[in-house]
């Protein structure tokens, strides 16, 4: 072994006094294991994100405005760094809740002052003559769905009753949400209209906005057209000079980016995974880069990773690592 | 303590020879942690199919056919044992390319012969210029997605060139599949498709099958309205007496048959769920059925239990023992 | 690809009534992903106790006595599949307190009526005033301890009163227990003490079991010498002429006997391992077989399998599949 | 609901540019999920070190020094933020081996050039024949265990020649690793004996160091009396005013400091864990702490949050975060 082994020693990661995040996760790519991945996500994310000639693909699965991540998308839509943008008919129908000035709420005030962390999922029965819906340790009262339908019928279904592409269903959402909120403020799918970033959502049928959606078709001209974006976000990809997919939990939005390059003559070259799924299941959510890799849905010299741990935990630090390096 | 102790014994499985498959899920009642909730989740899932007045909604995710379980959910078609299945548009592509004929594979002689778990994964890039595509440890052919082009623009496309809901489709699909195989023989849409079990599939487009829907869409009047069946569905939820559901895996069709009670006066009076996903994660796939009664999907006296472990390894097991309990 | 495509097809896991725990294993290996996994360990562990040639070692990790797992392990060593135990200080306290005719419980009968999964976690300030230890959805009675230490002191400690290694006291311990219930009746220690097999225990000071032999060794003679027994498990992994390896769970059990042929010049030629735990985590109780082939613990040709899944499901399984071989 | 809706609102994660990390862990407060249970980590770990009398009990299992986490350890101990310290042989292992000048290594430099995550698993029959072990994606040349015997054989044991506690024998393994590398230089176990800090190790046979130590011990006095130390650290947690557990990692290190209060009238005031194990599998490792309190290892009103999420993530940042807030 000795002076040609050629592999480099870990040095183990050093916590300094006042250290920035981005300080932090450089000490990271000292480490093995997860935390040596998340460092390399920042480095891949970093460049990702830094390069003007990347198309950024931005997917996210799991419910991530309930878990607290809204302003950190946004932030990356209004400064440039999602192109595309493909989430869950649930994500835009929190979104939209809280675009209406209805807000998500922690569990129980209880579990924080008390530490306890089974008090919080001991009433659900309770819950649900109170009103109240559980996504885990957050609370979303149902009087939100109620508000949400009066706008989607005030707001946004009249402008578009006629068959539209899921695609201008999300961008009228958008529009009006902004509209309610001023520019800035109004959310994810607000933000990602005043910056003309497309939302994509394939199984949007499949969540209150969905509901609200059929339950509008019923009794208006409005329908969607399940295929009706496809081209536009297959022209994204072929048109990229590079690409880049940020993978943020797994589900048909980690998928619908991955394949809008399967008819492109050039997949991947940058990929980010954050995902607490497990590889060994065998299901797509927690399936490795590497597996895309052999669909030709990553370049074969593409940099990619996955980081195999909570991305509630690790997304905000990827973001915010990145862009404490891009802004120097 | 003593005698006023309210709670059962734990008796310890006891293992005999030539035990039929639901003898020893009867003995994991004796046992405790997930073996517990497996017993039950027989226990549930018997009277679920036994019963006349309960309507059966199975909803399957992961790559179930490459991961060998076509044949168990054609056997509870055909016996009657589902009413409505919600599925994803990769489980229908790959048993849509069984239906022709092809195959997918276990992922290497090597693996098998000599027990190196990880030899499987070494290949990716070898695999792509072999034109492999891999899913987890399973392989398949990518000339099976050109035979599968051929046959949807040769048999199914042509019949319904017009506005569709996916259920059409898939049923137009499931239609071609029998004729290409006889009854009984076409797999997964072909027998749902002689029973007149509709298969609804929310994110159609987010697989091959929805670009090859997309790609057909372009030259053709053929298009998929996404809104299409959603009445359909709700109907069904609506008048059943009495509804069940058995979730295989989490995402879309885990969430579009729960939420295809919230329109109706009654939730779901049972449900089992076999998930490999954790509930730590907060996302909806490995969220608990707790976590669904605070939103009204179950009855608050709804039987129900997760099975928190790999489901290609439960959902057989369960299956194998309900029916085995029903056929008596 | 075509007819040189040297990979075997997945056929598909077929479900007939009245199926052999055995039989449903055998159409396991149809199936991709975990579950053709575990119908390779019961190929494996068949092989493993088949053979008259191979010495079998057994590590198990986890509350595996609550979990109701005790007849399947008493019942292997009785019928000579375990030529070598090792496992935890837990689970031999557990053991002798169910030889001294208490129980462990089942959570919650309101957990089985209603199958409310959460109820059974709301309760541990209760549980502490009622004397109630849970384990995870298992109640212990913490009068048992009183019962143990009782035992131990009048059965167990003086017949020991002295310096003696780990192996020396557990099988003192399995004598006891054995005395109290009759043959065969007492247990895991009691079967291993009455069928000559040892039982290793690396960490016995962390458990209820060692807090009471520490107690004993203030006022006493007796103690415990770690190194003690080493000589003993080195030995017979050294002179055995095949080694076999069933891991169940990880921890400081899969490490023991994985360690134990260190020193040999031949490693394992066998090993299975169930658990439940990741391999991402980086930690030994996730680690692939492989891992342990790098270390030399696992021969280069060994047939090894790892089944990640919940070992309560996965252990009876194998069991019973591979005993039914076995008995023809 | 309204108003008088008592739960705290979800306000969202801000990035900003250059945060430090314990400002991004204080907007993880508004979040949900696990990144909310990280938030608590740090607001319970900074109050446990800042308080003059909390008695603060270490665990860490887990390979952490391959993992890169040594020197956070190193600075916890010199700093006065930990009384005890509870760990595995492995640990201690790997770390004498750094102490030795040794180093682990990341897996591959392939790796981390070409974002190929497969690579690093594929070589294990390589990596055997070239004389390297791998834990997960770290590599460790197996010359380094020749060399910690020389180490030990000539520097440690001849110093111990004779019954020693397990504590005793880490001291004198601190020592030895502390004068090879001068003060503050030699690693965990050195500037644990700098710092008069014990190391309690319970299952140490279970690793390298235990081999060698059964090794020494047929040629010598030298025994370890595997219940030496169990007065010592029960005194500890019996005089301390306040005791805090961080959990780093499951296995016997958690339980050995949980069991050390068992004796005692009080228990654990601040508990916080950080695992990537999940609490369903019923094992100790994942267990919540909620479990714990039933046992009477933490105080009813016992400040105390779980973190499901991988540690060697989770632990780097609750350590900087909290050091940050402490040195204000």
Redesign the interface.
């Known amino acids: 072994?000795?002076k040609e082994?050629?592999?480099?020693?870990?040095?183990?990661?050093?916590?300094k006094?006042?250290?920035?995040?981005?300080e932090?996760m450089s000490?990271?790519s000292?480490?093995?294991?997860?935390?040596?991945a998340?460092s390399?996500a920042v480095d891949?994310y970093t460049e990702m994100i830094e390069r003007q000639d990347v198309t950024n693909f931005l997917s996210m699965?799991?419910?991530m405005v309930?878990?607290?991540?809204?302003?950190?998308v946004t932030?990356l839509i209004q400064d440039g760094y999602v192109d595309v943008l493909v989430t869950t008919g649930?994500t835009l129908t929190h979104d939209a809740i809280e675009a209406l000035g209805h807000?998500?709420?922690?569990?129980?005030?209880i579990l924080?002052e008390?530490?306890?962390?089974?008090?919080i999922?001991?009433h659900?029965?309770k819950?649900?003559d109170?009103?109240?819906?559980?996504?885990?340790?957050?609370?979303l009262?149902?009087?939100g769905f109620a508000i949400l339908e009066d706008h989607l019928r005030s707001n946004v279904f009249p402008n578009i009753d006629r068959e539209v592409s899921?695609r201008e269903f999300t961008a009228e959402l958008g529009r009006a949400n902004s509209e309610k909120n001023g520019n800035g403020n109004g959310g994810i799918a607000a933000v990602a209209y005043e910056c003309g970033v497309p939302i994509y959502c394939?199984?949007?049928?499949?969540?209150?906005l969905?509901?609200q959606?059929?339950m509008y078709?019923?009794i208006s001209s409005f329908?969607?057209?399940?295929?009706?974006d496809?081209?536009e976000i297959n022209d994204i990809a072929h048109n990229a000079k590079k690409r880049g997919a940020m993978i943020v939990?797994g589900?048909?939005p980690k998928?619908?980016i991955l394949?809008a390059v399967?008819?492109t003559p050039r997949a991947y070259d940058y990929a980010v995974q954050l995902t607490?799924?497990?590889?060994?299941?065998?299901?797509?959510?927690g399936?490795?880069?590497?597996?895309a890799?052999?669909?030709?849905k990553l370049e074969?010299?593409?940099?990619?990773?996955?980081?195999?741990?909570?991305?509630?935990?690790?997304f905000?630090?990827v973001?915010?690592a990145a862009?404490?390096r891009v802004?120097g």
Do not use: C
Request: aromatic share 6%; proline share 3%; no cysteine.
């Open positions: 072994m000795g082994f050629q592999y480099n020693p870990i040095d183990h990661i050093d916590v006094n006042k250290m920035t995040v981005s932090l000490e990271y000292n480490a093995g294991f997860a935390a040596n998340l390399e891949i699965a799991g419910a309930p878990a607290g991540m809204r302003k950190i932030g649930a807000k998500h709420h922690h569990g129980s005030s924080r008390r530490g306890n962390e089974s008090k999922r001991e659900d029965e819950l649900r109170e009103g109240v819906d559980r996504i885990y340790n957050v609370y009262p149902q009087e899921i394939p199984g949007i049928q499949d969540s209150i969905g509901l959606a059929w078709s019923q329908s969607l057209n399940a295929l009706g496809m081209t939990g589900g048909l998928n619908y394949q399967l008819l607490g799924d497990s590889e060994h299941l065998g299901g797509l959510s399936a490795s880069l590497d597996e890799r052999s669909w030709g074969k010299n593409a940099k990619n990773i996955t980081v195999y741990a909570d991305a509630t935990i690790t905000p630090l973001v915010a862009r404490e802004n």
